[in-house]
């Protein structure tokens, strides 16, 4: 039998890389599976489970009938990816590493190394699809809307797209949880991974503890009032609601947006002053932004897109918004929305949209009313 070149699959553990490796073998493909280790400073507390996604991975790949590889990309994800992720918190924003691990790790360090062992193409289990055309490559959602992580993808470039294969954008969830039993695998009903590994399900705060010194000061609300006390700016992030440590407050209607028993959101953050602004409301004035201006811009067909209208995500999980391009040059670029987006968050990717088409991104710098 002619077989297809060979293809090198990342295996997480989880199902969808799983039945990835599954679909390509079934195609024909000569499927070489490699398993990531991106993280070492903690990996056998209870908190990184990398261990048992190897065991995992190899259980899969011994059902599937393909060979097997341990990596260990720590090195590299530590300096590419944890590195800026401690510098965008100091610097008191709020940076994606999933995002910056996909264009440096998962599609650049790993397909490195498949191009090493003779592949031809590397597929993952993400919830995207990539199309030709005219000898362009475009990226475009996974079918699945609810499942869809083109977000995270918005860095790939040509080079990179066009080695890429993503066999579960093609489907839903549930058709890869049930391919996953029909065949067997061991990890059919295994829960998705919910994080990055160097964090998992611990405390966020006490994880960034271990990095990042405590500068406690002020939290303020809009009239200028201290009405508590933060544990440093890096440890918070706009939107956020939950462990602020300040209760209602005492004049009903005070606020705008909010009474006396609407929750408190952070707002704003002045790292020269060290102080942290929040506002009660969910729908508070300082919480909306209509306009933002994003930079370090990565346009997945190598040139910006011409201005105009199109949509955007400013954080993964949400709707398409409606938008204006209104400047795009030197890698950096503006948007204008119809409608005020809640939270635009400085650190976080802006990723354009024209309709299932994802056209790139780049890091929110500022957002304004």
Same mark, same amino acid.
């Given at each position: ?15 969808d890389s @799983?039945?990835?490796a599954?679909?390509?073998?079934a ?7 490699i398993f ?11 908190y ?8 995992? /991975? ?42 910056l691990c ?12 498949a191009?090493?062992?003779g ?5 993952t289990g993400?919830?995207a ?8 490559y475009?990226?475009l959602?996974?079918?699945d ?14 080079a ?5 294969l993503f ?7 549930t058709?890869?949880?049930?391919i996953?039993q029909e065949?067997?695998?061991?990890? /059919? ?15 966020f705060?006490e994880?960034l ?13 809009e ?10 700016l890096?440890?918070?992030t ?14 009903k209607?005070?606020?705008?947006g909010?009474g006396?028993?609407?929750p ?11 102080t942290?602004?929040?506002?009660q409301g ?6 909306q ?5 994003a930079?370090?811009?990565s ?11 199109y949509? @955007? ?6 709707a398409?918004?409606?938008?204006t391009? /209104?400047r795009?040059?030197g ?15 400085p650190?976080?990717s802006?990723v ?8 790139g ?6 957002a304004?009313p």
């Amino acid at each position: 039998m002619n077989r297809k070149p060979r293809v090198v699959v990342g295996l997480s553990g989880g199902v969808d890389s @799983a039945v990835t490796a599954y679909l390509l073998k079934a195609q024909g493909w000569d499927v070489v599976g490699i398993f990531m280790k991106n993280w070492e400073d903690d990996d056998d507390s209870e908190y990184c489970s990398s261990n048992e996604d190897f065991v995992d /991975a190899a259980a899969v790949a011994d059902v599937i009938g393909i060979e097997i590889e341990h990596v260990n990309f720590a090195a590299e994800y530590k300096d590419r990816v944890f590195a800026e992720f401690l510098r965008e918190y100091r610097a008191g924003r709020t940076p994606n590493p999933d995002v910056l691990c996909n264009a440096e790790i998962k599609f650049k360090a790993f397909l490195d190394h498949a191009m090493r062992l003779g592949a031809a193409k590397i597929a993952t289990g993400h919830y995207a699809r990539v199309r030709e055309r005219a000898g362009t490559y475009e990226l475009l959602k996974g079918l699945d809307e609810t499942k869809d992580q083109s977000y995270f993808l918005h860095r790939l470039n040509q080079a990179q797209l066009s080695r890429t294969l993503f066999p579960v954008g093609e489907l839903r969830k549930t058709q890869v949880r049930r391919i996953a039993q029909e065949i067997g695998l061991p990890n /059919a009903k295994k829960k998705d991974s919910t994080g990055i590994c160097f964090i998992g399900e611990r405390p966020f705060r006490e994880f960034l503890n271990r990095y990042i010194s405590k500068e406690p000061g002020p939290i303020k609300d809009e009239r200028g009032r201290v009405i508590g006390k933060h544990q440093g700016l890096s440890f918070y992030t706009l939107g956020q609601r939950q462990g602020l440590g300040i209760g209602g407050i005492k004049e009903k209607g005070a606020q705008r947006g909010g009474g006396e028993h609407e929750p408190w959101f952070v707002a704003r953050k002045d790292m020269a002053k060290n102080t942290l602004w929040t506002v009660q409301g969910h729908e508070h004035p300082w919480l909306q932004s209509t306009r933002l201006a994003a930079d370090d811009a990565s346009w997945i067909s190598g040139q910006p897109p011409a201005l105009g209208d199109y949509s @955007a995500k400013t954080r993964y999980r949400q709707a398409d918004a409606p938008c204006t391009l /209104a400047r795009a040059a030197g890698g950096a670029f503006e948007l204008q929305f119809g409608q005020p987006q809640w939270a635009v968050t400085p650190g976080q990717s802006a990723v354009l949209y024209r309709g299932e088409v994802c056209l790139g991104g780049g890091v929110i710098a500022a957002a304004s009313p």
